[in-house]
């Protein structure tokens, strides 16, 4: 299933959950009702494949309502790197991977939604994107061993980690440039993992004025998902909707060498395979 | 005034704002409701000094109800190094002052309330106490000048930044270190700014094994609260309840000589000169 927060096309203080449908080719949300996508999927599928059959013909097209984020988690977190890169033949692709995870944290005033723009500060002038799979824990998890860590998740989005490198490097810490208002636009949807398939084994490609500059597997991650989850479980409870994002590969060489820096009237899609594609578009704020 | 929110003795489901009144030499609460501090405090002072003289002769002991954190924030924003340290005469103590705050997040499962022990994982055998003055933020700020940004704090409060070292240390990222679920012990009360007075003229101590282990004025701050304030809120949106600490004192010399690390049965008591006590209990988890 791919599932949606929406506001419907006759507005309504409140986002409701959905279901995206395709009927006779084109592509309908069916409601689902106000509560969140974890306390849905908890229930188990079966209803919610009811409530999809019996819905879908009378729902709104996908094209007139407005997406949310998927999920408002309480927790965003990151990894650094955790994409191995390219080594010419011979050479043990292993050699530099480190013992264990890079981790950090995005604050909620980070989360965007996939139709949000996101606001280049007037102060930041080194902004870039981070193309990743983002996983969606469905089922509260501390202290998980890898064996039963996928079983606490719920599926799989999309994120992109918009980072300032210049905020980011002023010190030891990247907070500063990871958490800009904005700078984690999130979505479209959570794909269920019977739909998503096997994690380590997923094409990451970020496509900016229309060149592919990222294109990686995730058969190339140090750290599977299963691992991350287990190894975060360790430290703190994770909580349904918590979100964690799994790194981005490198850009590709042409792509490092032609780099600048996002400004206004850029836009970014992320493209991961079973996943979909997430496009952000960047605009100017306030001086 | 001292603001707290706790369970009555009767217990309850919901946490219940207060206020700290002392009535012939003891503290009582006033019951103020179940809004958030902030929400309080953004009604004025006047309407909340009218229900604690209509309420203070019949309210509570202090020492009968449970206190919980005094606010719950939707981002814990941390300093890393923002003392100086001790110099020998002559030297400028200015000398080794940072151009920016290192600054970084401790997630929502990480809070605790004054009366809660904190866990010493398994898993963790590195652990420390940093004692912080934790601001709390009382109006929504985004891009406010040093000048206006104390408006915006609702008052003051203690954390204790738990940390494991070893953890912390394992990548270039302190996250693991710092989110341990219940590692920011906060409390016991927020007091407001006409009692807390000029954040830049407060002693921190800390008091470990009956020995005073720091002890050093905010005066001696590298980046003053105002600064701060004004420094997150160029970067991201500052919510009411929102915590900023404010970084620890270097331990004294002796007790950094002495230091070894927490165990299950330690006590920790961080002071701060007009906001209290906050003494926080280290006991054993599941191994």
Redesign the interface.
């Known amino acids: 299933m791919r599932l949606v927060r929406y506001r419907s096309p006759l507005g309504g203080d409140v986002a409701r959950s959905g279901a995206v449908v395709e009927v006779a080719g084109v592509d309908r949300v069916v409601d689902l009702g106000a509560d969140t996508l974890p306390e849905l999927l908890a229930a188990g599928s079966a209803p919610l494949h009811a409530a999809i059959a019996a819905g879908a013909a009378a729902a709104p097209l996908l094209s007139d309502v407005r997406l949310e984020a998927p999920v408002r988690p ?2 965003i ?1 990151c990894l ?1 790197y955790n994409y191995r890169g390219h080594v010419p033949d011979g050479v043990d692709p292993t050699a530099d991977d ?13 989360l965007g939604g996939p139709a949000d723009p996101v606001v280049v ?1 007037a ?1 930041a002038d080194d902004v870039d994107y981070e193309g990743e799979i983002a996983v969606v824990i469905g089922r509260r998890a ?2 998980v061993g890898i064996d039963d860590a996928l079983d606490h998740v719920a599926g799989f989005t999309i994120l992109n980690d918009v980072s300032d490198r210049s ?1 980011q490097r ?7 440039g990871k ?3 904005g700078f984690a636009p999130l979505g479209p949807w959570l794909v269920t993992p019977d739909e998503a398939g096997d994690p380590q084994d997923m094409l990451v490609e970020v496509v900016r004025d229309g060149v592919v500059t990222v294109s990686q597997s995730t058969a190339t991650t140090i750290f599977s998902v299963a691992f991350v989850v287990s190894y975060l479980s ?4 994770l ?1 349904p909707g918590d979100i964690i994002s799994t790194g981005t590969p490198q850009k590709l060489p042409a792509a490092q060498g032609s780099h600048r820096p996002l400004r206004p009237g850029d836009a970014v899609t992320v493209r991961i395979e079973r996943l979909g594609e997430l496009t952000t578009t960047f605009i100017g704020g ?1 001086a």
Chains 1, 2 share one sequence.
Not at 170 to 176: E, G, I, L, N, V
């Open positions: 309480g927790k977190l650094g480190p013992d264990f995870p890079d981790v950090f944290v995005k604050t909620p005033n980070t500060p102060v501390k202290d905020w002023r010190q030891s810490q990247w907070a500063m958490c800009f208002d360790s430290v703190m409870t909580e306030p």
